[in-house]
Structure formats: structure tokens, C-alpha cells
T-cell receptor, first 110, second 111 residues
């Protein structure tokens, strides 16, 4: 979607390795979010940010950390990837009137 | 924990018919939003209805909100093949600007 990009689009990694997903926005929005989407669970919030260096946990934050050193970038790190973290990860930004989502990152942990 | 729950989980209708999906939620909300997700893509925001609104329209979409019943419905009129997608409701229950999604309704429009 225009204004928000995620990288990489696909990644396969081994159990136990660290992985970082990147979300980049050009809209200068304050709020950014990371969700994961799994069959039968819908979208679940991992972490979110309400400003540079201001982040908070969502409902499924264990095993994940985030960083936001610039308004435009929100990084999600899997500190030591596990098979249960195989999922599709979506980043979103909010201007207060609805979210705009990125195209997602499909992560497979083998 | 899931705030919104969509019903039905899956729906198949003939092209040209109307499609209705429902969403129920548990706590008081500031607003409720509907999103569409095509297969393999990100979610697209369709419409936002605030807690003091009862009905809202956008093209072929009509959303209603009943805060006394803690429920909302999304009506798509004159369905088209391109409407085949998953539809999610999301609720903003607090003032920290984060929303919680339901599990979605999979809509399939038959030719």
C-alpha cells in the first residue's frame, strides 16, 4: 500500500536465529503497529509504538522486541526464532481514522 | 483476547445478492471499523463508525452499530466477484489508539 512498505516480503530462517522485520512509512504518522496473522486466530497485536522510542506490548509480545529510532521505521525482532513464530506479519500505521496496512511478511521458521 | 467476533465464519452467495456479516464485541468502544482482506494481501480499511453513530454508508457498503447490543453489521449490496475476500471487524476499546480484530468472515461470491 502506498506510504507503508514491509521488508522482506518472504523469509525462511532456522530455529534459534534472530530475525528482524522492517516497516517503513512515508506518512509521518505517530502510531505504528505489528500484528501477526494465523489461521483460526485472526490478527493479533504483537507490539505498537506511539512515537520515537515509545513502544508498548500487545497481546502476543513474548519472544518479540521492537525498536523505533525514527518516525518512519518500526523494526520487529524475533530474538531467537521458534517454529511457533511461523506466521504472516503485518505492519500498520494509523492517522486516527482507520489503519493502513503493509503487504505483509511471510516468515517460515524451520 | 478477541474483542470482536464475526458471524458467520464463512458465507457463499450468488453474484448480485446482498451479503450481510455481523460483529459482536464485549466492552464499550470508541469506534468500530471494518476491513477487507483479499487472499495473500494486507487489510484494506473500508469504513469506521463511531459509538455515537447508528448507520453509515459508503458506496455499496452499509454499516450499522447497536451499542446497546454491542453489535455491528456490514451489508454489501449487489455483490460482485471482486467482493470475494475476508472481512474483519475491529474495535477501539480504549484511548490508547490500538484496535483489536475479530477472526473474520470469509465471503465467497459465486458466479
Amino acid at each position: 500500500d502506498a506510504g507503508i512498505t514491509q521488508s522482506p516480503r518472504h523469509k525462511v530462517t532456522e530455529t534459534g536465529t534472530p530475525v528482524t522485520l522492517r516497516c517503513h512509512q512515508t506518512e509521518n504518522h505517530r502510531y505504528m503497529y505489528w500484528y501477526r496473522q494465523d489461521p483460526g486466530h485472526g490478527l493479533r497485536l504483537i507490539h505498537y509504538s506511539y512515537g520515537v522510542k515509545d513502544t508498548d506490548k500487545g497481546e502476543v509480545s513474548d519472544g518479540y522486541s521492537v525498536s523505533r529510532s525514527k518516525t518512519e521505521d518500526f523494526l520487529l525482532t524475533l530474538e531467537s526464532a521458534t517454529s511457533s513464530q511461523t506466521s504472516v506479519y503485518f505492519c500498520a500505521i494509523s492517522a486516527g481514522n482507520g489503519y493502513t496496512f503493509g503487504s505483509g511478511t511471510r516468515l517460515t521458521v524451520v | 483476547s478477541q474483542q470482536g467476533e464475526e458471524d458467520p465464519q464463512a458465507l457463499s452467495i450468488q453474484e448480485g445478492e446482498n451479503a450481510t456479516m455481523n460483529c459482536s464485541y464485549k466492552t464499550s468502544i470508541n469506534n468500530l471499523q471494518w476491513y477487507r482482506q483479499n487472499s495473500g494481501r494486507g487489510l484494506v480499511h473500508l469504513i469506521l463508525i463511531r459509538s455515537n453513530e447508528r448507520e453509515k454508508h459508503s458506496g455499496r457498503l452499509r454499516v450499522t452499530l447497536d451499542t446497546s447490543k454491542k453489535s455491528s453489521s456490514l451489508l454489501i449490496t449487489a455483490s460482485r466477484a471482486a467482493d470475494t475476500a475476508s472481512y474483519f471487524c475491529a474495535t477501539d476499546a480504549r484511548r490508547d489508539d490500538k484496535i483489536i480484530f475479530g477472526k473474520g468472515t470469509r465471503l465467497h461470491i459465486l458466479p
